[in-house]
T-cell receptor, first 111, second 112 residues
Framework: GDSVTQMEGPVTLSEEAFLTINCTYTATGYPSLFWYVQYPGEGLQLLLK?????DKGSNKGFEATYRKETTSFHLEKGSVQVSDSAVYFC??????????FGAGTRLTVKP | DVKVTQSSRYLVKRTGEKVFLECVQD?????MFWYRQDPGLGLRLIYFSYDVKMKEKGDIPEGYSVSREKKERFSLILESASTNQTSMYLCAITISNTGELFFGEGSRLTVL
């Protein structure tokens, strides 16, 4: 079945460092891809999404490009801030009502 | 704005108790979901519902049941809580035809 594999954490960076969180997927169809973020004590919220190959999703300085040839959707940010400390989930939706999530990557950004 | 409200943010229950977790949405959405979130396991789907009185099992339905008597309300029921059901429970709705989910703030359940 469809699945998502994302980079294991935790990840600890200094403020202003470059961030990459790797995400690869397996799907039989043409899924939509998502990154969700969960700040401490909160539910998940959508960070960005891409619905077809070569689309780039972006939000709050984060970017991810839907790469069909490498089945990847890596999350990047050029300069992280302390406020970016959170858990990040990669997810795919191929069949309606069947969203698949990665295990989550905890990011801690230190001043 | 879309709003998904979970009735309890934090609950502590004893083994064997019956537990109700409620989720209410305010936008007439059809599809509603219950997930549990555990460290290192991501989110796992327990049940979902695509209409009133309709329900479908997800990946881990054992030990849980659900109720959807009104469109805006989707309840998760633990008939006899066990310690391995200590977890974060997240309710969500579908808000687009890409399958994008909108989540409530979560209910953290501890079973002693």
């Amino acid at each position: 079945g469809d699945s998502v594999t994302q980079m294991e954490g935790p990840v600890t960076l200094s403020e202003e460092a470059f961030l990459t969180i790797n995400c690869t997927y397996t799907a039989t169809g043409y899924p939509s891809l998502f990154w969700y973020v969960q700040y401490p004590g909160e539910g998940l919220q959508l960070l960005l999404k891409a619905t077809k190959a070569d689309d780039k999703g972006s939000n709050k300085g984060f970017e991810a490009t839907y790469r069909k040839e490498t089945t990847s959707f890596h999350l990047e940010k050029g300069s992280v801030q302390v406020s970016d400390s959170a858990v990040y989930f990669c997810a795919l939706s191929d069949v309606l009502n069947d969203m698949r999530f990665g295990a989550g990557t905890r990011l801690t950004v230190k001043p | 704005d879309v709003k998904v409200t979970q009735s309890s943010r934090y609950l502590v229950k004893r083994t064997g108790e019956k537990v109700f977790l409620e989720c209410v949405q305010d936008m007439d959405h059809e599809n509603m979901f219950w997930y549990r979130q555990d460290p290192g396991l991501g989110l796992r789907l327990i049940y979902f519902s695509y209409d009133v009185k309709m329900k479908e099992k997800g990946d881990i339905p054992e030990g849980y049941s659900v109720s959807r008597e009104k469109k805006e309300r989707f309840s998760l029921i633990l008939e006899s809580a066990s310690t391995n059901q200590t977890s974060m429970y997240l309710c969500a709705i579908t808000i687009s035809n890409t399958g994008e989910l909108f989540f409530g703030e979560g209910s953290r359940l501890t079973v002693l």
